[in-house]
Antibody
Framework: QVQLVESGGGVVQPGRSLRLSCAASGFTFNNFGIHWVRQAPGKGLEWVTVISYDGSKKYYADSVKGRFTISRDNSKNTLWLQMNSLRAEDTAVYYC??????????????WGQGTLVTVSS | SSELTQPPSVSVSPGQTARITCSGEALPKKYAYWYQQKSGQAPVLVIHEDNKRPSGIPERFSGSSSGTMATLTINGAQVEDEADYYCYSTDSSGNRRIFGGGTKLTVL
């Protein structure tokens, strides 16, 4: 079955960096775009970034553009989110989520359980 | 504008019809999607491409879209449908995605 497992979360000081990982299994990883979505404590979902199936296209929310970088290694079925210059407002549970359908038209059909990032001094 | 607007809360009695709306300027040209999130859990896709239901989602869940508004309808809402519901779409560029602010559905 499809599984997405995030890791790498933790407590980090403002201004520092952290790298999240998302390990995928149960589907042909190199056929699908993958997203990161975050949720601050007690708040709603916020879309963060997406990477295309082959890594050639990447898009970011304005709130993270220039600070976060998404990447993937299709030989390892793994996705990463490099987060630099972290701010208190980046504190959230970070989910990776897989696109469904040939062109992502079916939405985010599978999600991981999330990893918590806390930015605090 | 790249915003999706939802009511903060909707409340119905069990067996009644719940309707959750989502308004956005890009919706006439972009599909709407709906996610259900129960407390402490990851979101689950319940409607894609305005009105299509993924396998495993009960038939009481349906979606529609007209003009700048998309609607999630739960016919005969059950207590287990209590959750936060988020609409989701693409901005006018077609590249970035956006979530609505979420609607807390109470069924009691």
């Amino acid at each position: 079955q499809v599984q997405l497992v995030e890791s790498g979360g933790g407590v980090v000081q403002p201004g520092r960096s952290l790298r999240l990982s998302c390990a995928a299994s149960g589907f042909t990883f190199n056929n699908f775009g993958i997203h990161w979505v975050r949720q601050a404590p007690g708040k709603g979902l916020e879309w963060v970034t997406v990477i295309s199936y082959d890594g050639s296209k990447k898009y970011y929310a304005d709130s993270v553009k220039g600070r976060f970088t998404i990447s993937r290694d299709n030989s390892k079925n793994t996705l990463w989110l490099q987060m630099n210059s972290l701010r208190a407002e980046d504190t959230a549970v970070y989910y990776c989520a897989k696109e469904g359908g040939d062109y992502g038209e079916m939405g985010l059909d599978y999600w991981g359980q999330g990893t918590l990032v806390t930015v605090s001094s | 504008s790249s915003e999706l607007t939802q009511p903060p809360s909707v409340s119905v009695s069990p067996g009644q019809t719940a309707r959750i709306t989502c308004s956005g300027e890009a919706l006439p040209k972009k599909y709407a999607y709906w996610y259900q999130q129960k407390s402490g859990q990851a979101p689950v896709l319940v409607i894609h491409e305005d009105n299509k239901r993924p396998s495993g989602i009960p038939e009481r869940f349906s979606g529609s879209s007209s003009g700048t508004m998309a609607t999630l309808t739960i016919n005969g809402a059950q207590v287990e449908d209590e959750a936060d519901y988020y609409c989701y779409s693409t901005d006018s560029s077609g590249n970035r995605r956006i979530f609505g602010g979420g609607t807390k559905l109470t069924v009691l």
